[in-house]
């Protein structure tokens, strides 16, 4: 798809990939789960928190197939991709990393 066959808005617009703000939805809503702790008030913080992995993921797998179809040609634009690509990428580790040190510090606990 070339980016004169792209759809447009009523503005005028080129529209961007569906899967692309997907991703972008995705990873942002990943980093919103991962600052939970500070901003929840109810019993649920860390199932919050952990969430944040799969959806983390979600937009890392959802972003990958917009770059795919780019490589393909099928698709132009992958900004917003890659956007949510890193945003999920940064939450899934950053989950993955905490619960590590957490794991590692309940086995060095001495009851």
């Known amino acids: ?6 759809p447009e808005t009523d503005d005028g617009i080129a529209t961007g990939e569906p899967t692309g703000i997907a991703a972008l ?6 980093c919103v ?8 008030e109810d019993h649920n913080k860390l199932l919050y928190m952990l969430l944040a992995f799969p959806v983390g993921i979600a937009a890392l797998v959802s ?26 990428t940064g939450a899934s580790l950053s989950v993955a990393a905490l619960v590590c040190w ?6 060095h606990l001495d009851v």
């Open 25 to 30: 939805v995705l990873g942002a809503l990943a």
């Open 33 to 40: 789960l991962l600052a939970s702790p500070f901003w929840a």
């Open 102 to 107: 957490g794991l590692w510090v309940l086995s």
């Open 63 to 88: 972003g990958m197939s917009v770059t795919r179809r780019v490589r393909r040609g099928e698709a132009t634009r992958t900004g917003m991709a890659r956007a949510g690509i890193v945003l999920g």
């Open 1 to 6: 798809m070339s980016l004169e066959q792209l």
